[in-house]
Every structure is written in structure tokens, then in C-alpha cells.
């Protein structure tokens, strides 16, 4: 399968790397992740050029990491620095070295070209820098065997809300409220509000609301593999939506930062912010509770549909109804991205 | 007022149509296969029909969400157009567009 090559792709949670070399796979590569002795990341291609044993299997000798099978050592670069049983290093003997970076709680790696690797398109989240204001949780990683862009679909999608997260996330009041949907820039924004009906479960445990709420969704993509989903509530009428002050509700940003790993799993790095109780650790374990209950729904649903498609082989066709736009565009964006990058590589080429 | 659709096996239709109606609603009542998968509501380009070239000028331009869900439908020509985006005026009474192959 075709992907983006030439962008940060979240990768684990910074919290999962450190000094044991551990291996991750993104868009079909093994990479092997470990920390130098002062904490910098160095990712490499996990695999030893000599006899392809993982290199995930070796150990750290310092800063450099040793194959477990015949003691080829290798430096954060990826270039070979001991060959036990002979002084010359040929020129060849390497692994790529992949640029990585520590932001937001997560590793990114870029896989395409390392000369076009910029620091400056991270992925930011405003809030995670904010903690006046912002209480941030690192979530799970959930391993989910569906294809990248199937959990894109889910995740520009509010409208599956209603139908598979009853008892978190959604209810009935919603099933036939239109979605809209908007490209900006290299986003996608898809949103709706639900005005004047009963309050969702988990902000009926989190908050006090007496009557009718209005509720959100802002559903944010990020091309390639980040979904960050803006939902609250707040009492029926308080707030102005075209002035669009959210905050003065209870707000959940619930972020997505997915992995793809090859053509039929992906991993969802999920984790969430709000702008209530803030530092309250019961409150933050309740909503994380509630987020990993109503993504295991997810799970269920989408691992069931890759396997449609791996019974069908690509012969089957879905059909494209009116809450589909807000996917359909994300589709559209990231393969537009991809024919771009190709563009951009054969004017390098050339 | 009247359209007239032509099929994919070539064969033209005379159909009414409603003043202030889509132009997909009018097909599809009269039986003649498009999907309208999205129910009118430029999602799906499953209404995808070609404008006659004597009536092309005579519509409004295509809107930008209109130029993106193209991009989802099969030989997209210059004539290209959902039928759901046309709405009939007075002005469109005999228009003659020709029903586009079925996108995959």
C-alpha cells in the first residue's frame, strides 16, 4: 500500500522508549527505538545488514548498539563502528538512521527523505503547553487490526456516535443531525452541534447539568494520521456558536495520534484534555476509563470490517451516503498528498 | 417543464420535472438508473450526468464542493455535472443532459 512518506508520523508514546532497544513498525518499516545515554532517540532500520537479524534483539554498548547475533555494531547514525574479526569497515556496512523527535508526549518519526525532515511540521497541540488551563492524559496504545484509514473514516465521523457509543459518548438525539464538513489547508474539519437535548453519558457522571444541554463535535484531521476530537456540552443556550467560545462549557479534546503500521493494523495512541477539574487524577482515570470503553467499541466494529475486506480483496465497493463527506474528503486529502510527494519526487529526480 | 436523458444504452427519455426540483429527483423518479446514493446532497457523485453543449453556458458554475466530489466519479468530462446540484428554473425547460457511466 501507498503511503505519505515525507511527514512525522507519531510513533509510541516517549514513555515506552529508554534504554532497551525496542522495536515499532510504521508504514510497513521496522524501526528499531532506543535512548543514548543523555535520553536522545535514535531510531534505526531494525535490521542488521549482515545476516538480517533484528537489531532490536542486540544490546546497547554505550551510545551504539551491538547485533545480537555477531556483534556488528552500529553508532545513533547508523554508521558501523565494530565488526568483530576484522579492522575494515566496508562503506556499506550501515542502517539507515531515520529522523526522530520527542513532542507532546509521543516519539514522531519521518520515513521519507531526512533532508526535507523539519521540526517545524509537528504536529502541535496548543493545550498540552497550557496546564492553567488544560489537563492533559496520556492515554493507551490500542492496537486495532484495520487499515490506518478506516479508523480515519471513524475518526471524521461523528455520526457513528449515536449508533455505537450509547453508553459513553452518544445517544439517540443526535442520530439525524447533519454533519458538515470543510477542508482547511491540509485539514479537514467536520462538526455539527445538538441543540437542546438530553445530556451523554459520561458528562451526566463528570457534571451537574440540571435540564436540556447543546453538545459538539469538531471533529480536526490532520493528514496523515492525527484525528483530534474537540466535544462538550454545555446548558441548552449559554453558549454563542458562531462566537464559538466552547470553553465556557465542559470541553474533552479526545486526540488520535495513529500509527499506521502496514496495510491491514494500525496503532491509536489516544489521549485526552479538558478544561475541568483540572490535575484531578479521579476525574482523568473516569475519562480515560470512559474513552477506552467507547474505543474498544471501535475496535470491535473496525477490525470486523477489514475483514470483510480481506474476504472481498478489494472487489467490494461501499456505498457513500450523506455523513460520508467528512471521510470521503479525508480520503481524498490524503491521496492528493501522496500524488503531491510523488510530484515533489520526480522534480527532485530531475 | 421537461428534460430530456439520454441513457447509457443511448436511448433518449422525456421526462417532467418539477420547477425548483433537482434535476437528480427528476431521473430518479422516472426510473432511469442513477444511484443518488447521498440522497441530493453532493457526497457521492452517483448522480454524474454530461450537460448537452448547447445548454452547458445556460447553468450555474459548478460550487467548489461540487469541483471536489467530481473528483470521485469516471470520466469526468468539461460537460460533467451532478444532476443534484441542478436545480430547474424556467430557464432550464428542454434541457438535454446524457446519463455518465457508473464509477466503480
Known amino acids: 500500500m501507498e503511503y505519505m512518506q515525507d511527514t512525522w508520523y507519531p510513533l509510541c508514546f516517549a514513555r515506552e522508549i529508554g534504554r532497551q532497544p525496542t522495536r515499532r513498525t510504521v508504514i510497513e518499516k521496522n524501526v528499531v527505538l532506543y535512548r543514548k545515554e543523555d535520553g536522545a532517540l535514535v531510531a534505526l532500520d531494525d535490521m542488521c545488514p549482515h545476516r538480517f537479524a533484528p537489531l532490536s534483539l542486540g544490546t546497547l554498548r554505550g551510545d551504539d548498539l551491538q547485533c545480537g547475533y555477531h556483534g556488528m555494531t552500529f553508532n545513533g547514525a547508523g554508521k558501523c563502528v565494530r565488526i568483530p574479526g576484522q579492522d575494515l569497515i566496508p562503506a556499506n556496512a550501515a542502517v539507515k538512521s531515520y529522523p526522530v523527535d520527542e ?5 514522531w518519526i519521518w520515513p521519507g527523505d531526512a533532508l526535507r525532515a523539519d521540526r517545524a511540521k509537528l504536529y502541535d497541540l ?4 497550557d496546564p492553567a488551563r488544560w489537563t492533559v492524559v496520556l492515554g493507551e496504545s490500542l492496537a486495532i487490526d484495520t487499515n490506518y484509514l478506516n479508523l480515519a473514516d471513524n475518526l ?5 456516535v449515536s449508533f455505537v457509543h450509547v453508553s459513553t459518548l452518544g445517544n439517540a438525539a443526535s442520530e439525524n443531525v447533519p454533519v458538515k464538513h470543510e477542508r482547511i489547508g491540509d485539514q479537514i474539519l467536520v462538526h455539527r452541534w445538538i441543540l437542546d437535548g438530553p445530556v451523554i453519558p459520561v458528562f451526566a457522571k463528570l457534571g451537574s447539568f440540571k435540564g436540556n444541554v447543546d453538545r459538539w463535535h469538531y471533529y480536526h484531521f490532520h493528514t496523515p494520521s492525527i484525528a483530534v476530537i474537540d466535544f462538550g456540552t454545555a446548558d441548552a443556550g449559554l453558549i454563542d456558536r458562531e462566537l464559538g467560545d466552547r470553553d465556557r462549557g465542559m470541553r474533552v479534546f479526545a486526540c488520535h495520534y495513529i500509527t499506521p503500521v502496514d496495510g491491514r493494523s494500525c496503532i491509536d495512541h489516544w489521549a485526552h484534555v479538558r478544561n475541568f477539574a483540572l490535575g484531578d487524577e479521579a476525574v482523568s482515570a473516569a475519562i480515560s476509563r470512559q474513552l477506552a470503553l467507547a474505543f474498544d467499541e471501535d475496535k470491535l466494529i473496525l477490525e470486523a470490517i477489514q475483514r470483510e475486506e480481506d474476504r472481498l480483496a478489494g472487489s467490494g465497493r461501499k456505498l457513500k451516503l450523506a455523513i460520508d463527506g467528512g471521510s470521503l474528503r479525508m480520503r481524498r486529502l490524503v491521496g492528493e498528498m501522496i500524488e503531491r510527494e510523488r510530484g515533489n519526487d520526480v522534480k527532485a529526480a530531475g | 417543464m421537461n428534460v430530456t436523458v439520454t441513457d447509457r444504452d443511448g436511448a433518449a427519455h422525456r421526462l417532467a420535472a418539477e420547477e425548483g426540483g433537482k434535476l437528480m429527483e427528476a431521473i430518479r423518479e422516472a426510473g432511469l438508473p442513477i444511484r443518488a446514493e447521498c440522497g441530493g446532497n453532493c457526497i457521492c457523485s452517483t448522480c454524474h450526468v454530461y450537460v448537452d453543449e448547447a445548454w452547458i453556458d445556460r447553468l450555474p458554475a459548478r460550487s467548489n464542493d461540487e469541483v471536489e466530489t467530481l473528483d470521485l466519479a469516471v470520466e469526468v468530462r468539461p460537460t460533467s455535472r451532478l444532476s443534484c446540484q441542478i436545480v430547474m ?13 457508473e464509477a466503480p
Open chain 1, 103 to 107: 513532542h507532546i508526549g509521543l516519539v
Open chain 1, 126 to 129: 496548543a493545550q498540552y503547553h
Open chain 1, 156 to 160: 471524521t465521523d461523528p455520526a457513528h
Open chain 2, 89 to 101: 428554473t424556467e430557464a432550464l425547460d428542454d434541457l438535454r443532459v446524457t446519463l455518465a457511466p
